[in-house]
Nanobody, 120 residues
């Protein structure tokens, strides 16, 4: 059974920081892209950051310069270091891991989500 377990969310003051973790289990094949999406109440889901197996990162303009994504393939984990958090960052954050279970047909696995709430 594939599971992506997220942790690190919580309540933080504006300007503070949090570090989200996502650890995958049950995936025997190597993981291609890992990343984070978020969805605020009443808002559309948006990509926050992604990172390839080669370490190339991509960020949403709204978080660029404040968030840093990283990964540890030995631990099958992805991390999102969030700094200078703003109330607008308040959302449920979901990690994902993409794996080529079937050649040419990657499967995206999702975590259960972790809530980040930034107070003013």
């Amino acid at each position: 059974q594939v599971q992506l377990v997220e942790s690190g969310g919580g309540l933080v003051q504006s300007g503070g920081s949090l570090r989200l973790s996502c650890v995958a289990s049950g995936i025997d094949l190597s993981i291609d892209i890992m990343g984070w999406y978020r969805q605020a109440l009443g808002k559309q889901r948006e990509m926050v950051a992604t990172i390839t197996s080669g370490g190339r990162a991509n960020y949403s303009d709204s978080v660029k310069g404040r968030f840093t994504i990283s990964r540890d393939d030995d631990k099958k984990a992805a991390y999102l270091q969030m700094a200078r958090l703003e109330p607008e960052d308040t959302a449920a954050y979901y990690c994902h891991a993409d794996a080529q279970i079937t050649p040419g047909r990657p499967v995206r696995f999702w975590g259960q989500g972790t809530q980040v709430t930034v107070s003013s």
